[in-house]
């Protein structure tokens, strides 16, 4: 993992360690309300994305982006944004945390 990856907020459920991303409070793994905040390192691979053309009221003056599914390497699934429009790439590409917009994490290809 480059080191200038970043590392990505998600839930850790100090009772058997599964990684969520939440918000959620019960582990869907053991059902314990043991979810605690976390971070892992931000370097996964793409899984699935979209570009949204005609964006809702609040993200109306940012124009089009880019909805992904990062299935980052520490084992936990997480949506986000990618840096740009046109940044999809293939499936199972590899990508990184480029910076966290508003709480979203935002990822570039690596
Ligand atoms: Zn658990």
Not at 16 to 25: F, V
Not at 54 to 83: H, N, Q, W
């Amino acid at each position: 993992m480059p080191a200038s990856a970043g590392f990505v907020e998600v839930l850790k459920c100090s009772a058997c360690g599964a990684l969520d991303a939440g918000p959620r409070e019960i582990c869907p793994v053991c059902h314990a309300p043991a979810l605690q905040p976390g971070k892992v390192p931000g370097a996964g691979s793409l899984l699935s994305w979209t570009v949204i053309r005609r964006p809702p009221a609040a993200f109306r003056a940012e124009g089009s982006y880019a909805v992904a599914v990062i299935e980052l390497d520490a084992g936990v699934k997480v949506t986000g944004r990618l840096d740009s429009p046109d940044a999809g790439g293939q499936l199972g590409a590899r990508v990184v945390l480029a910076e966290s917009k508003n709480g979203v994490p935002v990822f570039r290809l690596a």
